[in-house]
C-alpha cells in the first residue's frame, strides 16, 4: 500500500490515489472553499507540521455536520493553526461558541490573525493546555452535561477513547462527536512490525479507540474514508 507519508506537505488522504483525492479538492472543495479557509490553509502550508491540518475535504464535512444539526455549542480538541477550528466557527451562528484546547498557543497564533479578520474571534474561547483535565472541570459542572451540539476531536491518538468518554456525557442527544484521523494514512491494517515507532502509540490509540467505539450502543457511527479517515458519532441516549 502507498500509505501517507506525514512528511510530504499535500493535505493527508488515505485514498491510494493522491490523484483522486486532488480530484475530489479540485471539483468539490478548493472552488468552494471560504476565502478565510484558504487563508489558514496557505498560511500553514510552510510550516514544518503543515500535514497536521485536517484536510480540506474533512473541513467541508464538518461545516455540513454543523449545519445538519444547527449546532451552537461546539468543542474543538486539538487546534493546531486553526484550519478546523475556522471551518466550524464559519458555521455556526453569530452568538455560537467553541471551547478550543490546544496545550500549544504558538501555532493558534498562526491562524489568529486571519480568524479575527474573519470576524469569528469572539465565538472561540482558545485554551492553552492539554484536553482532559479541561474537560474534566467542565463535567464538574453539572450544567454542562449534554450542553454542546458538537465536539472535533483531532489531537493525542491514544486519547482518544478517554476523550470519548468524556465528550459522549458533554454532547447532546442527537448531537455529533467527529474524530478525525481514524484510518492513520492507512497504517490501521498494516501489522504492527510495520507501524514507524513514530506513529506506534497512536496506531495503537486509533486501533482501540475504532474497535470500543463501533461497539458503544450510546452512538450510532458512521466511519467516512474522507481526509485521513473520520468517524462520525451521533449520540442516541
Ligand atoms: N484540527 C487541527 C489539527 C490538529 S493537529 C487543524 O485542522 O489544523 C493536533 C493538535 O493536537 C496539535 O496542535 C497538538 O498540539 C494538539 N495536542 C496534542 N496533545 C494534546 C492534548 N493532550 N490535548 C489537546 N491538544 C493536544
Ligand atoms: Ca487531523
Known sequence: MDSFDPRKKSPPTILQSKEL?????????????????????EATAGH?????????????????????????????IGVFTGYSLLATAL??????????????RENFEIGAPIMEKAGVMKKIKFIESQALPILDKLLEDKSNEESFDFVFVDADKYNYYNYHQRVIKL???GGLLMYDNTLLGGAVVAPEAKVEDFRRLHWHGIIEFNKAVA????????????????IICRRLR
Not at 91 to 104: F, L, Q, R, T
Open 21 to 41: 483525492h486532488n480530484y475530489i479538492l479540485e471539483t468539490s472543495v478548493y472552488p468552494r472553499e471560504p476565502a478565510a479557509l484558504k487563508e489558514i490553509r
Open 48 to 76: 514544518s507540521h503543515a500535514f497536521f491540518s485536517a484536510a480540506p475535504d474533512v473541513g467541508q464535512l464538518i461545516a455540513m455536520m454543523l449545519k445538519l444539526v444547527n449546532a451552537k455549542k461546539t468543542i474543538e
Open 91 to 104: 458555521n455556526i451562528p453569530e452568538d455560537g461558541e467553541i471551547i478550543a484546547i490546544d496545550p500549544n
Open 171 to 173: 454532547v447532546k442527544v
Open 215 to 230: 461497539t458503544d450502543d450510546r452512538v450510532e457511527l458512521c466511519h467516512i474514508p474522507s481526509g485521513d479517515g473520520t
